[in-house]
């Protein structure tokens, strides 16, 4: 029988702001479709909390027995630099500044955010498609909401017209705004302004003669609006109507908001039952942002080099750190926070470990079935993972007390125990038991400060011989040494 007839799994949803029973459109099936991100850059850190807390809810749902359908898209084409439709297409303008073809940035950065997702030990989603391989799709869509009336062309254009739809249906449920409010806060139209109302949204925008990425329409040459692509995808892989929408609480105003009116203008239903939403990640207290400086990017983490924190953290201490957290509370990165997580997370490898080394004993001093129960009453809870961290580590607790003969543990108790430890750590959380990241790491810290020793003997001896050559062999061997008024610290490559 499958988990899932058993275990009550609770969703927070977004859309009513209430904790609701988990019930799928189609029994045993689940669609879920995320915001996936737009490849104009190396992926953000904060992106990859958001989707690594899906593909959390990913595994999950698929530990509970669910036949889970899980889209996330590839955005290539249509996110301008505003959220009020004007400003250059952000992939349109990477490739002018770097003179090469928009479909250049979009393979660079599609392949960047790839191997980042690998190296997190991301599950592949079911689908990834894209919104250039939608544009017909799209296309179709946009005549549909124009033949019912929710959408007008001008000069080329197609926007969505938000007042006329919200007089039939309801147009701000999901982030909880009225459009009378949206109205009196706004400024006004100006002059070249084409828009009924500064509520409208594109649908279709015309492009200009300079405009690369373009396609052909019944409106003329130009390209989609970025809130389009994700009906289009969402409605031909999942349906009209699916489970689970999900994406970072940036997206829930306008772009999730967008979504929703164009399906419904064009289906006449809600399209989504759940909406989950994943909060984000700040740096030392502040919100991490390239342009003042508050920003590290994931490689920089994991090969330890950048200022900001006091060496490197491998991809799994980094995924424990995050799942420390409950998806819909913000986190705070800082090196105290990743060297504690650093510690929990061997102190669970250890345990799980030494799992295959107990001995075992015809009666147990350790109830098995009721911590494992309440492992799964924490992740039932809106998959709240720092409280199944916390069981896990209750579990530890008894592993080791067994470990050192104060405790007993039957074999039937102790491969329960092993199923459920591991089955948590490394199907549900997606940690990896990696060598690399923990005591081996901590060796070779130490021989590089060794070496690190030597040189600068040398170099108080002026023998520069010596001290080229061990800074030279270092460098091919991927590490880069950097001397400065602190003294020489290292970066490791690859
Ligand atoms: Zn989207």
Redesign the pocket.
Known sequence: MQLYKTQNLIVYNSLTSTKEPFQPINEGHVGMYV?GPTVYSNVHLGNCRTFMSFDMIFRYLRHLGYKVRYVR?ITDAGHLEDDLDEGEDKIAKKARLEQIEPMEVVQRYTVDFHNILQKFNFLPPSIEPTATGHIIEQIEIIKDILDKGYAYEINGSVYFDVKKFNEAFEYGKLSGRKLEDMISNTRELTAQDEKKSPQDFALWKKAEPQHIMRWPSPWGDGFPGWHLE?TAMSTKYLGERFDIHG?GMD?KFP?HEC?IAQAEASNGQAPVKYWLHANMLTLNGKKMAKSTGNNILPDEIFSGDNTILSKAFSPSVVRFFMMQAHYTSILDLSNEALLASEKGYQRLMEAVNDLNKLNTDSTSDFDVKAWKQKCYDAMNDDFNTPILIANLFEGVKHINLIKEGKEKISSEDLRLLNESMTGFVFDVLGLENKNDSGKDMEKLTGVVDLLIKLRNEARANKDFGTSDKIRDQLAALGIQLKDSKEGTTFSMSG
């Open positions: 915001c898209n994700c994406g997206l772009h979504e």
